[in-house]
Nanobody, 115 residues
Framework: QVQLVASGGGLVQPGGSLRLSCAAS????????MDWYRQAPGKERELVAR???????NYAASVKGRFTISRDNTKNTVYLQMNSLKHEDTAVYYC?????????WGQGTQVTVSS
């Protein structure tokens, strides 16, 4: 059973930075892609960033230029570096990974941007 463990959330002031980590229990090379999603109170879960097994990335328009997704295959971990954080980035952030057969969700990590 694949497990994804997200960490790194917290409270940060506007303009600040955080780095989220998503550690997998097995090799992340088995996943076609890995994503970061977020869900703010009263809103639907939205895709924030994706990195494919080949290293290609794409981002939601709202975070492009501020967030960077990356992967470390040796540590079986995907990261989300978040810079220039805004109030509207406040949400629970989830990692997600998908093989050709199945998708897996990690538990959420809370990010709160507040002064």
């Amino acid at each position: 059973q694949v497990q994804l463990v997200a960490s790194g959330g917290g409270l940060v002031q506007p303009g600040g930075s955080l780095r989220l980590s998503c550690a997998a229990s097995g090799s992340i090379l088995s996943f076609n892609y890995m994503d970061w999603y977020r869900q703010a109170p009263g809103k639907e879960r939205e895709l924030v960033a994706r990195v494919t097994v080949g290293g290609s990335t794409n981002y939601a328009a709202s975070v492009k230029g501020r967030f960077t997704i990356s992967r470390d295959n040796t540590k079986n971990t995907v990261y989300l570096q978040m810079n220039s954080l805004k109030h509207e980035d406040t949400a629970v952030y989830y990692c997600y990974a998908e093989t050709s057969r199945e998708g897996y969700w990690g538990q959420g990590t809370q990010v709160t941007v507040s002064s």
